[in-house]
């Protein structure tokens, strides 16, 4: 803490091991009616700065940027800027020495700080410091009304309840290395009872690490808000780096439990994490990233987090009920995750799907689970999909069941080349299609360069639904089936590819798949032809076929007990899924097609964790046995 500089000429502080990236000063204070700011040894990357303010910027060339921030503790504006209080914050590792010559007008106050620990308990007293468990904030407005700084812990009193919003914006900005944290202290979680409006609200920021905390709303019908929202407007293309959201349940929300986006071209978010969170009883989704132009957000990464009970709005405009989803990605990852039970009340006929991606490329979702997901229209309730405008992803390893709409879903709206370079790979689908009668594996729009190897697919039709195995409803262009399994029960296709898709489609291949319909005739429908055997539609379409030789089975493939699969519910079990494992005297083992004569690499596991190849060859399916 430094004392009794108000008496003196000017103030000099040296400052040791701080880095120094931005300044940014309160608005309010005229930097020139005092003395200038000089920094020695350092090169500044940004310096932000109102139109008031006129700051000297010396430096000697050494490229050593880093973060520095100068910011009054108070967010009160109805006060003279000498009277308030001012903290410089340490958020770096620089081992330079610095020298700063600061204004007068704030010497008198000004405390050099290590990041602080703050303290909310309903006993407590927003008069109190607030630095310790017993001299405790009460209120969120008390927070809502402070300046925060990287480093900086905000900890609410564990099993208790606090009711209101939690707001902060530009002035309160973590770092990479030192984010501000939100939890709780005591050993439970605190709850933050939001009522209406949304629970935790951060507008142009980043830097922050949410965990321990229940998250709640008023419910579906009286809330109007999101359980967690970070957002971004800044103009310029800013992406604001790290978001850390863990251990955290969220629900009764209206909007989404966590929503992250962005609305200014590029701007957006990088280094996202989402871990172990559960997102429940919301309106439109469980969480969802977004931005105004595709391929906005870097790195963002979501594990081992369960939404569920997202049941939907009906009668407005949009899908509601949506699992998680990442949209406006560059490079993302949905993995270990659960969405199940959402989306019953959704009534627009674009429907909600459980887990998804849609205006990204380079996505990879895998080793989830997705089961009875419902619509209550006739369009969606998906298990997991890659939709619109989504490029370079990977739907690998995932287990979905008893969805209303598809298993495994490649969709585009309209025209658009950048739904281009996909894969969908070892992943198992049992008794999807359970509304739409969708297809186990569905394509729809116009897929291009796609390719899809070694899943297992078992559809069986019920009273009144008759889903495919795999079902194509627009023309494709250069979209490639290789060694999967598709087996059927109760007179449900193992293939459906309607009349434009089997006639101006380009570069539709099926080879090395195993068709077998378990104790009723073979139907696969091929436009406006339904063939009852493997060899009447390889010899009238040219499928199945390779370098003159014929390919392709229809077999029993002796999988273990197909159409028993149950819920796993823990994704790091994925592997005690038997229902699909193959026998010991299964045809599929070894008679796959390298995939490596077609320039694709299979990646080195199957679905179940065992290295590729096993044996002499590959295996057709999604068990390399």
């Not at 390893?397 to 709409?405: A, C, K």
Request: net charge neutral.
């Amino acid at each position: 803490m430094l004392s009794n500089l108000a008496n003196a000429e000017k103030t000099i502080i040296n400052i040791e091991n701080i880095e120094i990236k931005s300044i940014q000063l309160a608005s309010a204070i005229n930097i020139a009616q005092n003395t200038e700011t000089l920094i020695k040894h350092i090169a500044i990357e940004q310096v932000f700065k109102s139109s008031k303010e006129n700051i000297k910027i010396f430096n000697d060339s050494v490229n050593d940027l880093s973060i520095f921030k100068v910011s009054p503790l108070s967010k009160a504006t109805n006060l003279e800027p000498e009277k308030l209080t001012y903290k410089i914050s340490n958020a770096g590792t620089s081992t330079d020495s610095r020298m700063f010559i600061l204004p007068l007008a704030i010497a008198s106050s000004i405390a050099l700080t290590q990041p602080t620990t703050y303290y909310i308990s309903p006993s407590g007293d927003d008069r109190n410091s607030g630095t310790s468990p017993t001299s405790a904030w009460q209120s969120l407005s008390k927070v809502n009304s402070m300046t925060f700084a990287p480093g900086d812990k905000i900890l609410f009193r564990g099993g208790s309840t606090f009711t209101g919003q939690l707001y902060f914006d530009a002035n309160d900005q973590g770092s990479v290395n030192n984010p501000i944290t939100i939890g709780s202290y005591g050993g439970k979680p605190a709850t933050i009872n939001a009522g209406t409006k949304t629970g935790v609200f951060i507008y142009n920021s980043a830097g922050y690490q949410l965990s321990d905390l229940n998250i709640v709303g008023s419910g579906t019908s009286t809330n109007i808000g999101d359980g967690i929202n970070f957002y971004n407007d800044l103009a310029g293309n800013v992406k604001l780096d790290t978001i850390k959201i863990n251990n955290v349940n969220v629900s009764g929300f209206r909007g989404w439990g966590i929503a992250i986006g962005s609305w200014n071209q590029q701007s957006g978010f990088r280094n996202v994490d989402v871990m172990s969170v559960k997102t429940f009883n919301n309106g439109i989704g469980g969480l969802l990233t977004y931005a105004q132009v595709p391929n906005v957000h870097e790195n963002v990464k979501v594990s081992y987090t369960r939404a569920y009970s997202n049941l939907g709005i009906s009668n407005v405009n949009y899908a509601t009920g949506n699992g998680i989803t990442l949209g406006g990605v560059n490079g993302g990852v949905i993995e270990r995750s659960i969405a199940y039970d959402n989306g019953r009340l959704n009534t627009n006929l674009v429907g909600p799907s459980a887990i998804w991606t849609y205006d990204s490329t380079g996505v990879v979702i895998q080793y989830n689970e997705a089961y009875r997901n419902r619509t209550g229209s006739s369009g969606d309730g998906n298990g997991f999909g890659l939709d619109q405008n989504v490029s370079h992803s990977i739907m690998q390893y995932n287990y979905s069941h008893e969805n209303d709409g598809a298993g495994l879903l490649v969709c585009q709206q309209g025209n658009a080349p950048t739904q281009t370079n996909n894969v969908v790979r070892y992943n198992i689908s049992q008794n999807d299609g359970r509304k739409s009668g969708w297809g186990g594996i569905h394509l729809f729009g116009p897929i291009n360069n796609a390719d899809i190897y070694n899943n297992t697919v078992y559809v069986q039709s019920s009273s009144t639904t008759y889903p495919d195995a795999v079902l194509i409803y627009n023309p494709v262009n250069n979209v490639r089936f290789y060694n999967n399994i598709f087996q059927t029960k109760n007179n449900a296709r193992l293939i459906d590819i309607s009349s434009t898709a089997a006639t101006q489609s380009t570069g539709l291949v099926f080879q090395g798949n195993n068709y077998f319909s378990s104790g009723t005739p073979f139907r696969l429908q091929w436009g406006s032809t339904n063939y009852n055997s493997l060899d009447s539609w390889r010899t009238a379409t040219a499928q199945e076929r390779l370098n003159g030789q014929f390919t392709g089975s229809s077999v029993d493939p002796l999988l273990s007990s197909p159409g028993a699969g149950l819920s796993i519910n823990n994704t790091d079990l994925l592997t005690n899924l038997s229902a699909y494992r193959l026998g010991s005297n299964s045809s599929m083992i070894d008679r796959g097609l390298d995939l490596s004569q077609f320039g694709i690499n299979s990646g080195n596991q199957d679905f179940y964790g065992n290295s590729l190849p096993q044996g002499l060859g590959y295996d057709i399916g999604a068990n390399e046995f």
